[in-house]
Nanobody, 117 residues
Framework: QVQLVESGGGLVQPGGSLRLSCAAS????????MAWYRQAPGKQREFVAH???????NYAGSVKERFTISRDNAKNTVYLQMNSLKAEDTAVYYC???????????WGQGTQVTVSS
């Protein structure tokens, strides 16, 4: 059974930092592209960042230079370090695991991040 379990969300003031974690089980973690998405109230889910099995990374323009994605294959965990947080970063953050051959796509349950003074 595949599980992606996010943690690390919470309430933080503007300008603060949080680190999200996503622990995976039931998959061969190292071969998956891991990604973070987020969904703000009343908006569609949007891409935040991904890291490939080869450690290539990509970021949404709105978070570039502020967020860093990384992975620890020994711990089957992907991280999202979020710095200089803004109110517009408030959302539920979801972890995603995907591979293309064969195609598999898995989602976590999400963790709430609220940026507010």
């Amino acid at each position: 059974q595949v599980q992606l379990v996010e943690s690390g969300g919470g309430l933080v003031q503007p300008g603060g930092s949080l680190r999200l974690s996503c622990a995976a089980s039931g998959i061969t973690f190292s071969v998956y592209r891991m990604a973070w998405y987020r969904q703000a109230p009343g908006k569609q889910r949007e891409f935040v960042a991904h890291i490939t099995s080869g450690l290539s990374t990509n970021y949404a323009g709105s978070v570039k230079e502020r967020f860093t994605i990384s992975r620890d294959n020994a711990k089957n965990t992907v991280y999202l370090q979020m710095n200089s947080l803004k109110a517009e970063d408030t959302a539920v953050y979801y972890c995603n695991a995907q591979r293309t051959v064969p195609f598999n796509d898995y989602w976590g349950q999400g963790t709430q991040v609220t940026v507010s003074s």
